[in-house]
């Protein structure tokens, strides 16, 4: 938890260094189809769950043969409205960083690769990744994000219908999905270094609160119509390699040197190859 909440804090304050740097760098094409794409499922969506409930509200009425009339079926066609729609925001989120984001990768992994040549971060022994290996790697993680993402939202589904303290399952429910957002924007990073699945998981696990507040200034952002729709996938992803690359969020085994911007110089050596010097 000592470590949780500045990560958190830290996760969210890399969005204000987003913005101007994005604006700074003229990185406008890497907001345009990242955006437009997302106000498209956006929309998509929605649309589809409000069609959804509006459907099974006159299935119910002509089935059991209720009288439209009555208050009760307003309040079940209410009901079952406010309940879809909530349901295709969830899968939205779903959709967006396991389908959307893996057929993005290549543009996101470029606006990646964009950054760290703006900020002058170089790799050593850095490896040509395979693009099936990486599609097929980014695809077996999703889905086991997917598995896990769902059981806690179900399970926290069901915490919201005990009294009192269920009122606290919607919070839950908001972190559980900004983390898995923010393992997404995080991954990419990752990902680039040829880091495999397990290591990426456990490496996010141990910045977890970096990543929900990654996650979150997402979902935040998506509550600011249009704009936010539009902006929010090439920010999200910009301040986390920026957090990511600036505290160094990457595991033991990753030989990164930073340079540029005023930065200092820093490098991840083999702890054998010290030793070694050491003893010399």
Do not use: C
Not at 6 to 20: D, H, L, M, S, W
Not at 216 to 236: Q, R, Y
Not at 256 to 271: F, M, P, R, V, Y
């Amino acid at each position: 938890m000592k470590r949780f909440i500045p990560e958190f804090f830290n996760g969210i304050g890399y969005f204000f260094k987003a913005f101007p740097f994005i604006f700074r760098h003229r990185l406008f094409k890497w907001i345009l189809l990242p955006g437009i794409l997302n106000i498209f499922l956006f929309v998509v969506i929605v649309s589809s769950a409000w069609f959804s409930a509006d459907r099974f509200t006159d299935w119910a009425v002509l089935r059991l043969d209720w009288n439209a009339d009555n208050g009760w079926i307003r309040f079940v066609n209410n009901l079952v409205d406010v309940l879809l729609t909530g349901i295709a925001v969830v899968i939205y989120v779903l959709l967006y960083k396991h389908i959307v984001l893996n057929t993005l990768g290549p543009l996101m992994g470029g606006l990646v690769e964009r950054i760290e040549k703006i900020k002058g971060f170089e790799l050593n022994n850095q490896e040509e990744g395979n693009f099936i290996h990486d599609f097929l790697r980014g695809i077996r993680l999703s889905l086991r994000n997917i598995v896990r993402e769902l059981g806690l939202t179900g399970l926290l589904l069901l915490f919201g219908l005990v009294p009192v303290v269920g009122i606290a399952s919607p919070v839950f429910i908001f972190l559980v999905q900004a983390y898995f957002v923010g393992f997404g924007m995080m991954d990419y990073t990752l990902e680039r270094r040829q880091v495999d699945a397990p290591t990426s998981i456990s490496t996010v696990r141990r910045h977890r609160g970096f990543a929900v507040g990654n996650g979150a200034g997402f979902l935040l952002m998506m509550f600011i119509p249009v704009v936010g729709w539009l902006f929010a996938p090439a920010m999200t992803l910009t301040a986390a390699t920026l957090g990511v690359l600036e505290n160094k969020y990457l595991p033991e085994s990753v030989k990164l040197e930073l340079e540029g911007d005023g930065s200092a110089i820093a490098k991840q050596i083999d702890t054998s190859s010290v030793k070694n010097e050491t003893k010399s």
